[in-house]
C-alpha cells in the first residue's frame, strides 16, 4: 500500500483551527493530487481542521465539505475536523459521493451545534447539517475508530437518489394475465396486468441529471408510489405487494415473445438478465384489481442510486442534535462495536427548533430499499427519543447490541415498524427500554433469545419471541384497527382512508360496519389559493360554498358557523353545515354520500387479530406492588413452553379492552407452560376473552395462600392436560353474549388449602354462566384432611356433563356442589331448562351435591351420579336406598336397590318421565318460598307464600307463576316421575 503524508505547509493548510477556506481547499487539492499520483493511504497530521462552511446551504463543493477520492484510505488519528459556525440548514462537513472504495480511520468529527445560528432559517429544523455524508451509489465504504459530535443534524447519512422513469395508475392496468409459454394475453380474474409495453429505451433516459438505466449500473426496480405503497383496497387496506412476485413478459420489437422472468417489487431488475433480444416488456402480478380503489392505483419503473457495502466500524457517535446515523437509501451495511449516546441532548441554544425524534438510528427510506444491514455489538444509552427506529426495510438483522432506557421516561426505546417490509430479526440483544412493533403493513418482527430488563413492550403487530427472557417487563398488547371517524378530520383528499362510527351503540355492535372513502368531495381551505363562486371547501369541520370571489387568492379562512359572511380578501362564503359522519346504518356494500360531496362504501367489520407467539420464553414479575403486568386491549397472543414466575400481590394480565376489542375478538392460549407463584396471592389475571386456552401447563400456587388464575370472562373456554396444584380458577362466560363453553377435560387437580378463597369454603375450579359445560377425565386429589374444599362448584346454564372423572378426599365433607343458573344485574338471560348427564365418576370420599336451584331448574338428570370406590358392593347405575325424592328422571331408567334383601326388589324403574318429590301438597299446610310440591300428578315450585295454611291446590302445566286467592303462587316445574320396583328377590 502506497502511504503518502499531507504537508499541511505545501498545500496552504492549517491544523490550528483557523482559515477554513484555506483549509478545505488545501485538503480537497491534496486527496486529488494522491489519487492522481496512485497513492492508496493518505495520513493528515494530528491537529484541528477547521471545514469551511461555503457560500450557501446545500453547498457541496470543494470549498464547503472535504471530498474523498475513490480508492483511498484517510487516517484522521490525532486530528479533529470541525464545522465552520453557520446558518445554513444543509451542509456536511465530509462528503462521500459516488465513490468506490473509500476508508476513514479515526479522527473527531464535530459540527458547529454549540454555535450555529438557529435563528437564519427559523422554520427549519436543520436536520440537513450533517457529519459525514454517504450517498448516490458509493461502494465499500468504511469508517473506522471515528467520533462524530455536536452536529444540529445527522452525525452520518447514508442514502441514494432515484427517478420514477415510468408511472402507471389506473387506466393502465385490466384484469387478466399472460401465457407463460406464448406471451399472449389469458383472462383471468385474480391477475392485474399492464395495458402498454414498457421499452427499454424510456428507461435509459430521465431529466434533471438524476439516474436511468444507463447510469446507475443497468438495473431498475418496481416501486409503489414514494411511500412504497401500491393502492388502497375498497376494504380500506393497503394494497400488500411486499411479498409478491412481479412477472415480467419480455418481446423484442416485432412483438415476438421472447420469454418471462419472476422478480420481486423494490429489487434488482436488472438489463443483462432479461432474455436475449428483448426491447420491451409487460408487467402481470397475482391480484384482484376490482379490490382495489381505482383512483389509488400507483405502480412505478424506478431507477435507484444506493450506496451499497458500508461498514461503520468502532465508532463513537454522539451529542447531536437530530440521528446518529440515518439509512434512507442503502444496502449491505454493517454498524458494529459502535456507541451511540446522548442523542438529542446537546447543549441548549437559543432558537433552536425542537426535533421530534432524535435517535441513534433511524433506518426509513418509505420504500423497502434499505436491505441487508446488520447492526451487532454496539452500545446505545442515554438518547433522548429513540435508540433506533426501523419504518422501511427488509433482512435486517439486530444483533448482540445493549440498549439502555431512554432519558424521556417511557415513551421511547427500540421501535420495529416494518412497514411494507420483511424479516427482522433481533437476537441476543439486551434490551431496558420500550420495544414496539406495530404499524405495518406487512412482514413481522422475530425476536430470538433477547433479555429484556424493567423493558416496556408495546405490540402492535405481529411478532415471534422465541427463548427471551423478561424480567419485569410491561406489555401493552394492542394490534391494528380503523380509526374512529372525527368531524374535525377533512377525508376529502384520502381516499381509500377507513374509518369506524364514532359511536358504537348496541345496534352497531351487532352489526358492524365501518366505512372507505371512494370519491373525495370538498378539499380544505388553503391559503393563496383562488376560488371560483359554487366552489365548496372544509375548513375545522366545517362546509363553506363560495358565492363571491375575491380579486386575487384568499387569504382569509372562512370561521363563521352561520349563514353568509365576506372577508378582507373580497371572498364571501356561506355555511352550508358541519362535516357529516357517514351513514353506519347504510347496508354492507351500499354507498352514502356526505355534505362535503365524498362517497364512502360500507364493510362490515371482522377484521381478524394477527397471533403474536411467545415460544421458550421466561416472564419474570417481581413487582410486588404493581399491577398491569401485561395490559390487553386488542390482540390474540400465544404463548408456548413459557415459563412464569410471579411475585406480586395483584395480577399479571390486565383487561383494558373496553372500547378497543369492538368486535370481541381476543384471545389468549397457554400451551405446555409452567406457572409459579412466589407470592401467596398473586393472580394469573382478570380479562375478557373471545377465547382462553390453557393446554398442558403446570399452576402451582401455594397451601396458604390465594394463588390463581383470577376472574376471566371468556366465550369459549378450554383447560385440558394441565395439573393444578393449589391453585384456583373462576371462569365466566361473557354476559348475554353468543352461545359459551367451558371445557374442563383430563387434568391433575390437588387441593391442599387451609386459607379460604371464594365465600366459605376453598374453590378448585368456579363456572358460571356457560350454555356448556363438560368436566370430563379430570382426577381430583383433595388432600387436607380438615379444611372444606370444592374441587368444582358450577352454576348451570342449558348442558352439563360430568363424566369419567376420578375424585378423592381426605375429608368427608367435600363435595361438587351444583346450582342453578347464576343472575344478577349484569347477567340477565332468561332462566333456561337443563339437561344434565352425570355418570361414571369414581369417588371416595367425596359427594355430588345439588342445590334446590339446580333441581328446580333440571330438564333431564341421566346418569349414575357417581359410584363410591369403597361401598360395601358396587353395581352398575345409582344405588338408592328408596325411591328418590329429588332430581329429573325419564321413563326406562333403571335405580338399584343400595341394600338389596331377600323378599324385597333389586330396585326401581321410572315409568313416567319426571321430576322426584315426595312433598304432596295437603290442604291446610304452610310451605315457604321454593318448596317443592306435587299435586295431581305434576310437581309444583312456591314462588310467594300466604300468610296461613294453603287452601288452593296449584293446578296446570302453564310455564309461568299462578297466584291463587289463598295468597300462594306456584310455578309448574313438571310432571311427577313415577317409580315402580323390579326384579323380586327369592
Known amino acids: 500500500m502506497s502511504y503518502y503524508l499531507i504537508d499541511v505547509n505545501e498545500w496552504g493548510i492549517s491544523n490550528d483551527g483557523t482559515n477554513p477556506l484555506e483549509t478545505t481547499q488545501g485538503i480537497n487539492n491534496a486527496l486529488q493530487w494522491a489519487y492522481q499520483n496512485g497513492y492508496s493511504y493518505v495520513k493528515l497530521p494530528e491537529g484541528v481542521y477547521t471545514v469551511s462552511k461555503g457560500s450557501a446551504s446545500k453547498d457541496y463543493s470543494e470549498n464547503a465539505c472535504i471530498l474523498l477520492q475513490n480508492d483511498t484510505t484517510l487516517d484522521l488519528y490525532g486530528c479533529v475536523i470541525q464545522k465552520e459556525a453557520n446558518g445554513w440548514d444543509y451542509y456536511a462537513a465530509i462528503s462521500i459521493v459516488e465513490k468506490r472504495n473509500v476508508t476513514i480511520l479515526g479522527g473527531k468529527i464535530v459540527g458547529d451545534h454549540l454555535a450555529h445560528d438557529y435563528a437564519t432559517l427559523a422554520n427549519s429544523i436543520h436536520e440537513g447539517c450533517i457529519g459525514i455524508i454517504v450517498e448516490r451509489g458509493s461502494r465499500n465504504i468504511t469508517l473506522n475508530g471515528v467520533e462524530v459530535m455536536n452536529f444540529p443534524g445527522y452525525c452520518v447519512s447514508l442514502s441514494g437518489t432515484y427517478s420514477q422513469l415510468v408511472v402507471t395508475t389506473s387506466p393502465d392496468w385490466e384484469a387478466g394475465t399472460f401465457d407463460p409459454v406464448t406471451g399472449t394475453d389469458v383472462a383471468n380474474a385474480d391477475y392485474m396486468r399492464m395495458k402498454e409495453m414498457i421499452t427499454l429505451a424510456s428507461l435509459a433516459t430521465s431529466s434533471g441529471g438524476r439516474p436511468n438505466t444507463s447510469t446507475n449500473g443497468g438495473y431498475f426496480c418496481i416501486w409503489g408510489n414514494g411511500y412504497g405503497a401500491y393502492g388502497t383496497r375498497y376494504d380500506g387496506k393497503p394494497v400488500n405487494l411486499s411479498k409478491t412476485i412481479f412477472e415480467l413478459y419480455c418481446y423484442d420489437d416485432d412483438m415476438v415473445y421472447k420469454g418471462r422472468i419472476l422478480k420481486r417489487g423494490f429489487d434488482d431488475i436488472h438489463l443483462d438478465v432479461l432474455p436475449e433480444g428483448t426491447t420491451q416488456f409487460k408487467l402481470s402480478l397475482p391480484y384482484d384489481l376490482s379490490q382495489i380503489i381505482p383512483s389509488t392505483i400507483y405502480i412505478t419503473i424506478n431507477a435507484f442510486q444506493y450506496s451499497r457495502g458500508i461498514r461503520l466500524l468502532n465508532c463513537n457517535i454522539h451529542d447531536s442534535f437530530s440521528l446518529g446515523a440515518a439509512i434512507t437509501g442503502a444496502q449491505q451495511v454493517v454498524i458494529e462495536n459502535c456507541e451511540f449516546y446522548r442523542m438529542g441532548h446537546s447543549t441548549p441554544v437559543a432558537g433552536r427548533r425542537l426535533y421530534p425524534f432524535p435517535m441513534g438510528i433511524d433506518i426509513e427510506d418509505g420504500t423497502n430499499i434499505n436491505q441487508h444491514i446488520i447492526i451487532r455489538n454496539n452500545i446505545f444509552r442515554d438518547n433522548e427519543s429513540l435508540h433506533i427506529s426501523i419504518v422501511h426495510g427488509r433482512n435486517i438483522l439486530i444483533e448482540n447490541n445493549k440498549f439502555d432506557s431512554v432519558t424521556n ?578
Open 409 to 986: 421516561g417511557l415513551s421511547g426505546g427500540v421501535v420495529f415498524q416494518g412497514s411494507r417490509g420483511t424479516n427482522i430479526v433481533s437476537q441476543y440483544n439486551q434490551y431496558n427500554c420500550v420495544v414496539g412493533t406495530g404499524q405495518g403493513a406487512s412482514g413481522s418482527v422475530y425476536f430470538k433469545q433477547d433479555t429484556f430488563l424493567n423493558a416496556t413492550m408495546s405490540i402492535n403487530y405481529e411478532s415471534v419471541y422465541e427463548g427471551c427472557m423478561f424480567e419485569d417487563v410491561s406489555f401493552l398488547l394492542m394490534m391494528k384497527a380503523h380509526p374512529d371517524f372525527s368531524a374535525g378530520t377533512n377525508y376529502a383528499g384520502s381516499v381509500g382512508t377507513a374509518v369506524l362510527p364514532s359511536v358504537k351503540n348496541a345496534a352497531w355492535l351487532n352489526n358492524p360496519l365501518y366505512h372507505v372513502l371512494i370519491t373525495p368531495g370538498a378539499l380544505p381551505w388553503s391559503s393563496g389559493t383562488s376560488y371560483t363562486v359554487g366552489k365548496q371547501v372544509t375548513h375545522a369541520g366545517k362546509v363553506y360554498r363560495c358565492t363571491q370571489a375575491g380579486s386575487g387568492k384568499a387569504a382569509n379562512a372562512p370561521t363563521h358557523a352561520n349563514g353568509d359572511h365576506t372577508y378582507a380578501d373580497g371572498y364571501t362564503w356561506s355555511f352550508a353545515g358541519a362535516m357529516i359522519e357517514p351513514a353506519w346504518a347504510t347496508i354492507p356494500g351500499g354507498y352514502t354520500t356526505e355534505i362535503t360531496g365524498s362517497i364512502w362504501q360500507a364493510f362490515a367489520y371482522d377484521a381478524p387479530y394477527d397471533t403474536v407467539t411467545f415460544s421458550h420464553c421466561k416472564f419474570n414479575y417481581n413487582k410486588k406492588e404493581a399491577a398491569r403486568g401485561w395490559l390487553n386491549r386488542r390482540g390474540l397472543a400465544e404463548f408456548k413452553n413459557c415459563k412464569f414466575t410471579l411475585n406480586t400481590s395483584s395480577r399479571l394480565f390486565s383487561d383494558n379492552s373496553q372500547g378497543w376489542d369492538l368486535i370481541g375478538k381476543n384471545a389468549l392460549i397457554f400451551r405446555d407452560c409452567d406457572f409459579r407463584f412466589i407470592n401467596s396471592s398473586a393472580k394469573l389475571g382478570e380479562l375478557s376473552l373471545n377465547r382462553l386456552s390453557i393446554v398442558g401447563c403446570g399452576l402451582y400456587g401455594d397451601k396458604d395462600g390465594w394463588a390463581s388464575a383470577g376472574f376471566w370472562k371468556v366465550n369459549d373456554a378450554l383447560v385440558q392436560n394441565c395439573i393444578l396444584h393449589n391453585f384456583d380458577m373462576k371462569l365466566s362466560g361473557l354476559p348475554n353474549s353468543f352461545t359459551k363453553t367451558a371445557r374442563i377435560k383430563n387434568n391433575r387437580i390437588v387441593l391442599n388449602k387451609e386459607k379460604r378463597v371464594f365465600g366459605a369454603n376453598n374453590e378448585g375450579i368456579y363456572l358460571t354462566n356457560f350454555e356448556n359445560v363438560l368436566i370430563e377425565g379430570n382426577k381430583v386429589s383433595m388432600q387436607h384432611p380438615a379444611q372444606l374444599n370444592r374441587p368444582f362448584t358450577i352454576y348451570a346454564e342449558k348442558l352439563l356433563k360430568i363424566t369419567d372423572n376420578y375424585l378423592e378426599s381426605s375429608y368427608s365433607g367435600n363435595k361438587i356442589e351444583l346450582f342453578g343458573a347464576f343472575r344478577n344485574n349484569v347477567y340477565t338471560a332468561k332462566v333456561p331448562k337443563l339437561t344434565a348427564y352425570i355418570g361414571e365418576n369414581l369417588v371416595h370420599q367425596m359427594t355430588v351435591q345439588q342445590d334446590s336451584t339446580f333441581t328446580a331448574q333440571l330438564l333431564k338428570l341421566l346418569g349414575d351420579i357417581s359410584t363410591d370406590i369403597n361401598a360395601a358392593s358396587v353395581g352398575t347405575g345409582d344405588r338408592m336406598a328408596g325411591i328418590p325424592t329429588s332430581g329429573a328422571y325419564t321413563v326406562g331408567q333403571i335405580l338399584y336397590h343400595a341394600a338389596p334383601a331377600p323378599g324385597g326388589y333389586i330396585g326401581w324403574v321410572c315409568t313416567t318421565t319426571g321430576i322426584a318429590n315426595d312433598t304432596e301438597w295437603t290442604s291446610g299446610s304452610q310451605y315457604t318460598i321454593n318448596t317443592l310440591v306435587n299435586a295431581a300428578g305434576n310437581v309444583y315450585k312456591c314462588t310467594a307464600a300466604g300468610q296461613s295454611g294453603s287452601s288452593n291446590q296449584p293446578a296446570g302445566t302453564a310455564a309461568t307463576e299462578k297466584s291463587y286467592p289463598d295468597g300462594y303462587s306456584w310455578l309448574y316445574i313438571g310432571a311427577l316421575a313415577v317409580f315402580r320396583p323390579f326384579g323380586s328377590i327369592q
